[in-house]
């Protein structure tokens, strides 16, 4: 019978030796760390819904962020381990991968305020929306205290600026109980446009519903 034939490397006797592998004992692959991308304070903040990028930016302007103990310029950029505060409150930054916009469609009843802090210690919309860790939520838009109504609410401050700011032209829909009558004239004129105190607003078209006296819609 052939004689089977030994590596004249390997003593007698011993298995070959094999290489470790370069990701360790346990054989697992390597997560390599890579460095967290910079991003500017402004849209950082904004994404992390304490207002919109233009309002940041002037906030950073007044002085009112600090990033690491220094106060912040326009244009600075920072990630997620930077130190950031805000008129002296923390803020915490979400990390990239966990950066997911979330939106939120609540029934807001009456008797309830659009606002976190109420003198009169009202009820707020705030405390009957789900708690989210690193972010906070931002209403789009508001509804009276007696008004009761579908309302957004998202964790970046970027969306809410575009669902809400005229320039970009979101269409909104109103259903409207009139006290009294609105004669053609008065139509006329929501359609002309009217001028308030912070610029014109004027309606795209209008519908009557049906109703009488107090309840006319």
């Given at each position: 019978m052939p004689s089977?034939?030994?590596s004249p490397l390997r003593p007698p006797g011993k298995p070959a030796a094999r290489a470790p592998s370069p990701?360790?004992?346990a054989g697992r692959s390597a997560r390599v760390q890579e460095p967290e991308?910079?991003?500017r304070l402004h849209k950082a903040l904004a994404d992390a819904g304490i207002g919109s990028r233009r309002e940041m930016e002037a906030w950073i302007a007044e002085g009112r962020v600090t990033v690491n103990g220094e106060t912040a310029q326009v244009g600075q950029r920072v990630?997620?381990?930077d130190v950031i505060k805000v008129s002296g409150r923390r803020v915490y930054l979400r990390a990239p991968e966990s950066k997911r916009v979330?939106?939120?469609i609540y029934h807001k009843q009456e008797g309830e305020i659009v606002s976190r802090d109420d003198p009169k210690g009202r009820a707020t919309v705030f405390e009957q929306l789900p708690r989210i860790r690193g972010a906070k939520w931002v209403s789009v838009g508001r509804l009276d205290f007696n008004t009761e109504g579908?309302?957004?609410f998202t964790t970046s401050g970027e969306l809410a600026n575009r669902l809400m700011h005229p320039r970009f032209e979101v269409e909104r829909e109103y259903a409207v109980r009139v006290?009294?009558?609105l004669t053609p004239e008065m139509q006329q004129q929501l359609l002309d446009g009217v001028e308030l105190e912070d610029g014109e607003a004027r309606v795209e078209s209008l519908a009557e519903a049906g109703g009488e006296?107090?309840?006319r819609w």
């Open positions: 089977r034939r030994r990701a360790g004992a991308e910079e991003v990630t997620s381990h979330r939106v939120l579908l309302m957004i006290l009294g009558e006296g107090a309840n």
